[in-house]
């Protein structure tokens, strides 16, 4: 198999410098156990690393983007080289002056490709690796042209302090929700826009919603009055620009799980390729779990149901997989039922608690391989009748 969105768009440049996708739904969809093989979507790598952090066997991390894997890499060779309050600066979440001579320190551990990329990257590092992605870049835009437009810091601030749900309804009603955001907000994330500027047009071709960007704005009126605000880090990252709190922040950022990321990073293997071709190179039963990000949203029907034939006879009896749906709705083709079965209810209730809020849906399923006596119990029914 190939990959169908490969050929017709670049991935040359970092498109997502962090996952923008709630690593809590990928640990209470998978259930990571010490037996698991994990192939993950590397992405920007955050919830590659966080599902090591749950200690399987191995965690594979594949992306076709080269420079995504240099960038899972360089976050792993600050993981090895650097003290948690460097670790921390060194990737932008905290200011530092000097993070180009921290990177000498760490461009040791990387391979002769990441080494020789991020070498001719001194902007971006300065900058911080967590900054530099096409759609952060774009989420910078908004909070810095657009939102001043719509809201004073002193109303984004009294957002951000409110404790309950109820608090968070009543002042989006009477002070968040105004004409100008619900105007500049549609505009901003309708699909025009963040076609040219923070995705790519190419990945709504398979898009049915009309209005895209009154899609995103119930997601982020759902976001700020039905999930609470306070550790919601990626709310407060789109507002605010950081993470004031990162005890409360994504589990790879969190310093009590720093010693113990280290010691799970050598079951960290990274591939780039396509996943279509990886997997048609690899023996049955490889992995047991799954975190697909929303890769399915890029390609045909007919290609997303070929792709999970490729995945299922990749996986172990039992095998997980989670995926999310970000505009486009991907879920098992009834013809595959007698083989994947959907965890719909507790997919569904993860779906709510999503603190990324973007996605319009979320998807656990399992995979249900036959055993040599199911197929002996099949044959022979098939010879009596
Ligand atoms: C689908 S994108 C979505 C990003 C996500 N919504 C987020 O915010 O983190 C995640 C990554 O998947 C990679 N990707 C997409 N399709 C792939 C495929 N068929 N094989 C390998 N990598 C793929 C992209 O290069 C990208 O880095």
Same mark, same amino acid.
């Given at each position: 198999?190939?990959?169908?969105?490969?050929?017709?768009?670049?991935?040359?440049?970092?498109?997502y410098s962090q996952c923008w996708?709630d690593?809590? %739904? %990928?640990?209470?969809?998978?259930?990571?156990?010490?037996?698991?093989?994990?192939?993950?979507?590397?992405?920007g790598?955050c919830?590659?690393?966080?599902?090591?952090?749950?200690?399987?066997?191995?965690?594979?991390?594949?992306?076709?983007?080269?420079?995504?894997?240099?960038?899972?890499?360089?976050?792993?060779?600050?993981?090895?080289?650097?003290?948690?309050?460097?670790?921390i600066a060194?990737l932008g979440v905290r200011p530092i002056?000097?993070?180009?001579?921290?990177?000498?320190?760490?461009?040791?551990?990387?391979?002769?490709?990441?080494?020789?990329?991020?070498?001719?990257?001194?902007?971006?590092?300065?900058q911080g690796v967590l900054h530099v992605g096409?759609f952060e870049n774009y989420l910078r835009m908004f909070r810095q042209t657009i939102l001043p437009l719509v809201h004073t810091h002193r109303t984004i601030e009294q957002l951000l302090s409110l404790k309950? %749900?109820?608090e968070q309804?009543?002042f989006y009603?009477?002070i968040w929700d105004n004409?100008r955001w619900?105007?500049l907000f549609?505009?901003f994330f309708?699909?025009?826009?963040?076609?040219?500027?923070g995705?790519?047009?190419?990945?709504?071709?398979?898009?049915?919603?009309?209005?895209?960007?009154?899609?995103y704005?119930?997601r982020a009126k759902y976001a700020l009055t039905?999930i609470p605000i306070q550790g919601n880090f990626y709310a407060e990252h789109i507002l605010t620009g950081a993470y004031s709190n990162l005890e409360q922040t994504h589990?790879?950022l969190i310093?009590?799980?720093?010693?113990?990321?280290?010691?799970? %990073?050598?079951?960290?293997?990274?591939?780039?390729?396509?996943?279509?071709?990886?997997?048609?190179?690899?023996?049955?039963?490889?992995?047991?779990?799954?975190?697909?990000?929303?890769?399915?949203?890029?390609?045909?029907?007919?290609?997303?149901?070929?792709?999970?034939?490729?995945?299922?006879?990749?996986?172990?009896?039992?095998?997980?997989?989670?995926?999310?749906?970000?505009?486009?709705?991907?879920?098992?083709?009834?013809?595959?039922?007698?083989?994947?079965?959907?965890?719909?209810?507790?997919?569904?209730?993860?779906?709510?608690?999503?603190r990324s809020f973007v996605?319009?849906?979320?998807?656990?399923?399992?995979?249900?391989?036959?055993?040599?006596?199911?197929?002996?119990?099949?044959?022979?029914?098939?010879?009596?009748?």
């Amino acid at each position: 198999m190939q990959s169908e969105i490969r050929t017709k768009t670049f991935f040359d440049k970092i498109r997502y410098s962090q996952c923008w996708e709630d690593p809590k %739904l %990928l640990y209470e969809g998978l259930r990571i156990t010490p037996e698991d093989d994990v192939l993950s979507i590397s992405s920007g790598g955050c919830n590659t690393l966080a599902l090591l952090l749950k200690n399987p066997q191995s965690v594979t991390a594949i992306d076709f983007n080269l420079s995504q894997n240099c960038l899972l890499e360089l976050k792993v060779a600050a993981l090895q080289n650097l003290d948690y309050a460097d670790f921390i600066a060194f990737l932008g979440v905290r200011p530092i002056e000097h993070r180009w001579e921290l990177y000498q320190n760490i461009r040791v551990g990387l391979s002769p490709t990441a080494r020789g990329y991020w070498d001719t990257q001194r902007t971006m590092i300065e900058q911080g690796v967590l900054h530099v992605g096409r759609f952060e870049n774009y989420l910078r835009m908004f909070r810095q042209t657009i939102l001043p437009l719509v809201h004073t810091h002193r109303t984004i601030e009294q957002l951000l302090s409110l404790k309950t %749900l109820e608090e968070q309804k009543c002042f989006y009603e009477s002070i968040w929700d105004n004409r100008r955001w619900r105007f500049l907000f549609r505009v901003f994330f309708g699909k025009l826009m963040l076609g040219r500027l923070g995705r790519d047009p190419e990945f709504f071709k398979y898009v049915q919603i009309e209005n895209v960007g009154e899609h995103y704005l119930q997601r982020a009126k759902y976001a700020l009055t039905e999930i609470p605000i306070q550790g919601n880090f990626y709310a407060e990252h789109i507002l605010t620009g950081a993470y004031s709190n990162l005890e409360q922040t994504h589990p790879y950022l969190i310093e009590s799980n720093f010693q113990k990321l280290r010691e799970n %990073l050598a079951k960290l293997k990274i591939v780039t390729g396509e996943l279509e071709k990886f997997l048609d190179e690899k023996p049955e039963g490889s992995f047991s779990k799954f975190n697909l990000s929303d890769i399915f949203e890029w390609m045909s029907q007919a290609n997303y149901e070929a792709l999970l034939r490729a995945i299922m006879r990749a996986s172990r009896d039992g095998a997980r997989l989670c995926y999310w749906n970000n505009l486009v709705l991907r879920e098992h083709p009834s013809s595959l039922d007698d083989r994947l079965q959907s965890h719909r209810e507790l997919a569904q209730q993860l779906h709510f608690q999503d603190r990324s809020f973007v996605y319009r849906n979320f998807v656990v399923e399992s995979v249900h391989k036959p055993s040599a006596a199911d197929a002996l119990d099949t044959i022979s029914t098939i010879s009596v009748k």
